[in-house]
């Protein structure tokens, strides 16, 4: 029993070693400032809260004792707040953007962030490699990673993701919405487009409930089908490369000779706006909500 009991505390020792939560920032921000989250390794999680005042933590996360120390510094430009991650690779950090040298990266523990952010802030949250994850926050939300999936859930504004290989989700958007993929799926809904995504190697899955102005959309994947739902008023013209048989339409469109064996070109309604979608190898899909 006693063996037992040191081994667990060594054990528990250990654990607490190897996880240490510390506060890295807390204090009021303004409706409309940036909040910036610069993570060279971790996870990046990010809810709404109520009041002003935002709120950051960080859990280092480390296997072996030789695992530098990362650090935490805060910077101010005006309003805004930039939070870093600095490793002994960084070489800067600030609110342009995050720069770092090469190297076996094994030797780098991991940083997970906990962000409590306020309604109206802005929030731009990248990591060099993990996730991130944002929930029902961010004024407009600029979310990106290395090598890891990106999720956003619930932004009250224009929302930029994107992922060097890994799926990348953005759902229930207010706004605006640009999604890229070095190598994963893409899926989107919004209450407002437009919408742009591409990605390497994946599907692409976009709704979009309504459209805004009258800018050009893209769609885009070396490999994977491609289905877009628009709003039933949609006048667009429509510019599609892939298999002519893999292309498919809700929509009334008027191709004239604009179509070949791989292409596909024509009008919806009156064609005020441009939309381009491209697949290596699958279908083509126009949908209508």
């Known amino acids: 029993m006693i063996k037992r009991s040191a081994a667990l505390a060594l054990l528990l020792a250990a654990s607490a070693a190897g996880a240490q939560e510390v506060p890295v920032f807390s204090g009021r921000m303004q409706s409309g400032a940036w909040l910036r989250i610069r993570n060279y390794k971790g996870d990046i999680r990010v809810i709404e809260t109520s009041g002003s005042t935002v709120t950051v933590n960080a859990r280092r996360r480390f296997e072996r004792r030789e695992y530098d120390e990362t650090k935490f510094e805060v910077k101010r430009d005006g309003d805004n707040v930039t939070v870093c991650a600095i490793t002994e690779r960084t070489r800067r950090c600030d609110e342009e953007g995050y720069d770092s040298r090469g190297g076996d990266d094994r030797s780098v523990g991991r940083s997970d962030f906990t962000v409590s952010l306020p309604r109206g802030v802005k929030l731009l949250a990248s990591t060099g490699n993990g996730e991130v ?3 029902n926050a961010g004024a407009e939300v600029r979310a990106s990673s290395g090598n890891g999936e990106v999720n956003v859930n619930g932004a009250r504004g224009r929302v930029s993701a994107s992922s060097g290989n890994g799926d990348v989700s953005v759902d229930r ?25 591409s990605t390497g190697n994946g599907g692409i899955d976009v709704s979009m409930s309504s459209l805004s102005g009258s800018g050009d959309m893209e769609f885009s994947t070396g490999n994977g089908t491609i289905t877009v739902a628009f709003p039933s008023n949609l006048s667009a013209t429509i510019e599609a490369s892939g298999s002519y048989k893999g292309f498919e339409t809700d929509f009334p469109i008027n191709m004239g000779r604009g179509f070949s064996g791989n292409r596909v070109r024509g009008t919806i309604g009156s064609g005020a ?11 083509i899909r126009l949908r209508k909500i």
């Not at 706006?273 to 279908?283: A, E, H, K, V």
């Open 133 to 135: 994850d944002v929930q």
């Open 173 to 197: 958007a207010d706004g605006d919405v640009e999604v890229s993929s070095g190598n994963g799926d893409i899926r989107v809904t919004t209450s407002k487009g437009p919408v742009s995504a």
């Open 273 to 283: 706006r441009r939309i381009r979608l491209s697949t290596g190898n699958g279908q």
